[in-house]
């Protein structure tokens, strides 16, 4: 039973080690496919795996990787691993689609497939399927418990999670939810902007949300339309139809500004001057 063990570890490392080798010399028959394949700066973004010069795409499978030539496709199964600088992908299988260009052969599209993860050094993403478009520097997340979580962050969906590197942006749709500390916002979709922080890191700008937007906080609760979530300022905007609820009390209006470091709440109307629109509350006394 020991030597069986023993045995079953050992073809396991020599499967991994043989599908890096197997990769170095499709490398070489396909034109240097991965080296070509990449261009920018690898630190450049989080989850950045189609950045970075040079070096080119390190793969790792368990199982081997299989060339297929005449459908221009390299798949890595059993624990693949694809790297690149700080950023990899893990999936049960990966599948590096490439075509020729000028001579050369390069990568436009990586396909993960089962208990997919996406990570840096300080970001992770984490889904069934993930599909890498390199051209358009984006990665787009299906399937079930859709996660993407910076150090200060969490951004959930049920339907799908995209990422899109070079603009910093990710995109949560449906029932989608972001965490921020003691803040919590809910909507349809929800957009979550970021900017470059120290070493690279993402930092969050604001988030914009889309239909049936919700705010919560350890005091309110506010619901409108939509939504925007400033969080270098801690100012929430919503429009449509805009509840604001503290304890017993609720304020009703068309639009508000809700600060959300003070818990100064305004509310207005939509402005026309029509008169048929008016802010509306509902006041309850403290009871001793």
Known sequence: MIATARLARTQAAAGRFLATVLLGSALVGAGALMQTAF??????????????????????????IEWRRNEQVLI?????????????IDADELRALYRDRDGNSEIYRIVATGNVTLSSDTDVATGDKAVYDIDKAVVV???????????????????????WETDRIAVARGDAVAVAGNRTLRGDTLTARFEAGKGGTNELRRIDGDGNVTIRTPTDFVVGNQGVYDAKTGIATLIGSVKITRGENQLNGDRAVVDLNTGISRLTTNGDGGGKSRVRGLLIPEKD
Do not use: F, H, M
């Open 39 to 64: 261009v920018g700066d690898a630190n450049a973004s989080p989850l950045g795996l189609a950045q970075g010069n040079g070096g080119g795409l390190e793969v790792e499978a368990d199982n081997g």
């Open 76 to 88: 890595a199964n059993g624990n693949a691993v694809a790297k690149r600088g700080t950023s990899r």
């Open 141 to 163: 997340l299906t399937g079930n418990d859709l996660k993407y979580k910076t150090p200060k962050e969490t951004l959930t969906a049920q339907e799908s999670l995209e990422y």
